[in-house]
């Protein structure tokens, strides 16, 4: 079938607004649903819900780690192998659409959904963004990047606004999703709840139609968040193309998921403000057509859209695509993402262990895997391995102690397991006495985050603190595992002799650890954010940038996020962006860089000093000195990670275009400031290898 054009011509009006908004899924599988019409011959559309794994309702899937983490192996060729696995688990389950990657910018370090995105750099975000992207679609699935845009944070995430000016809009907001389009060919967009500069998202026709349809030339479906339209007239005529769900919260969400909402509002522990009717692109878009204030044609182009993404994943080849589900192959990939993901943030001689090391392991929730965050993106695993399984199958002596009570973790739907530890009794004192027992004390400690709340602070809950200074007074050795979904204060940290960061790692969670913590595996990844001493560095410590005053965040920090923030005011990090580890020497021998006719090329010679193999991140940042603007002290421009075996030497080539020196000015768009602007490589933003001066 290619003719959607006849196919939208035979359609009645009632038939189109039927196509137009989602209904529920006969099968109970789908997040979202868009029935067929049999008498012109149109498929169903199932979306399903991602990004961390396919969360078809009521089935099983490969958990793999969380977003954040894959972001942390700074690989995009990774990230296009997890998208096609995930594309294959998709069609697995028989749905053509997968709701994800989310690609929204870590602005807040306490935002509750960060464990879902990549990176507080939008090049970064960029990158991993459209490798998971063109896995995805590779396999015949609809990707849908989300959520447009600025959605930043959790509090009053229907209402706020974020006010932002177009310039931060456009070099830190918006980047992520033009990759999405211009260069992945993304089929679906996702709204965002929140309101930009004052316009819902799902009414914001500068941002849907001029800048994403026009400007970008985005020929896919504008859909919804789920009960985020808060319109009908405004929204179909600003570009939105298809709503969803379609149906009332009370027909579509279980009970036990309705309870867990409501438990996260602090005030009245009802539901946060939803539309009071089944679809605005229902009954209520039918009479505006009928009266003229949304013309016929602007339906018919919706439509040709979802016709045209029906095409593009088979919808009308009676189910030609082919999935698989939970493979070993899908297992394998889950734990290679966990081990390049984990980064070791400090190692004073504690790592690796020998294989006959005796090891107290604590921690409140170590003999659970962590397998996400609570929400929209939570998978029900095949098979799950906790810390404490990982180190027994690989140590000869572990004592497992929780030392202090578990730490609940939000869910959003109810699995059916119970949780047998919550009375179990905990001990601080036990943990310190096998701590002092075994060669290796290896402190996991977690947060808590989930969608629809963000996080009160970013320190660590519970007496987890407590538990790990105890626990380093008495021990030998301490190894400081961190699950968590961004950064986290550690005041005990010059009391620990290791940090590792392994984020949400997924169902192999106690393999990928034990490979790591036993040297069978380098740790690959380098941090995607920046990690503060406290939550008083971060540019939305003040009250009107978050979470908002009067229903308004104010983004006045403009471009200086993340590090750029740190840069700008001469902040230090407790560990800055890009900053990871190696049990290798990595040695930086020449940098060189060469002016070409588009830009520049950077040239790495590097030497792997280590009686091991290893792993690099050479990162190369722009430095736009000659803009007669204020601009960031340096951001991230190209990136290449590198493996090297014992001895070896190679050389790392990246280049830069003109456009990565380019800023936006207001009044004439891109441009690329002409003089003297500036490159400089290293290991971090904050550990350059070499600095030179550069005519662009």
Known sequence: MSDTAALVDDLTLEEKIELLHGSLDPDGKATGYVPANDRVGTPPLKMVDGPLGVRAMGERATAFPSSISLASSWRPDLAREFGAALGRETAAHDQDVLLGPGVNIVRVPHGGRNFEYYSEDPHLTSRVGVGTIDGIQSEGVAATVKHYVANNQETNRYEVSADVSERALREIYLPAFRAAVEEADVLSVMTAYNRVNGTHMSDHERLLTDVLKDEWRFDGVVVSDWWGTRSTGDAALAGLDLEMPGVELKEYIPEEAAEAVDATDDEDGELPPLPDVPAYFGEPLREAAEAGEVDESVLDEKLSRLFGLMEA??????????????????????????????????????????????????????????????????????????????????????RFERGVSPIAESSFFDDGDDDDTADEETSIDDAVAAAAEAD???????????????????????????????????????????????????????????????????????????????????????????????????????????????????YDEGVFVGYRHFDEHDLEPLFPFGHGLSYATIEYEDVTVTETDDGVEVAVDLHNASDRAGKEVVQVYAERAAAPVPTPER??????????????????????????????????????????????????????????????
């Open 313 to 398: 994943t088979g919808c009308f080849d009676d189910g030609d695509r082919e999935g698989v589900l939970d493979t070993e192959e899908h297992r394998r990939l889950a734990r290679e993402i966990a081990i390049e993901g984990t980064v070791m943030l400090r190692n004073d001689d504690a790592l690796p262990l020998a294989a006959d090391d005796s090891i107290a392991l604590v921690g409140p929730n170590a003999d659970a895997a962590k397998l996400g965050g609570g929400g929209s993106s939570e998978v029900s695993a095949f098979t799950e391995t906790s810390p404490l399984e990982g180190l027994e199958d690989r140590a000869v002596d572990v």
């Open 440 to 554: 290796c004390a290896v402190v996991v400690a977690q947060d808590d985050a989930s969608e629809f709340k963000d996080r009160s602070d970013i320190e660590l809950p519970g007496d987890q603190n407590e538990l790990i200074s105890a626990v380093a007074d008495a021990a030998d050795r301490t190894v400081v595992v961190l699950r968590t979904s961004g950064p986290v204060e550690m005041p005990w940290l010059e009391a620990v002799d290791a940090v590792l960061e392994t984020w949400y790692p997924g169902q192999t969670d106690g393999e990928a650890l034990a490979d790591v913590l036993f040297g069978d595996a380098d740790p690959g990844g380098r941090l995607p954010v920046t990690f503060g001493r406290s939550a008083a560095d971060y540019p939305t410590a003040d009250e009107g940038s978050f979470p908002g005053v009067d229903d308004v965040a104010d």
């Open 635 to 696: 951001e991230l421009a190209g990136f290449e990670p590198v493996s090297l075996e014992a001895g070896e030497s190679t050389t790392v080539t990246v280049a830069l275009e003109a456009e990565d020196f380019a800023y936006y000015d207001e009044d004439d768009g891109w441009t690329v400031p002409s003089g003297t602007n500036g490159v400089s490589v290293g290991r971090s933003s904050r550990d350059a290898e070499a600095t030179i001066d550069v005519d662009v």
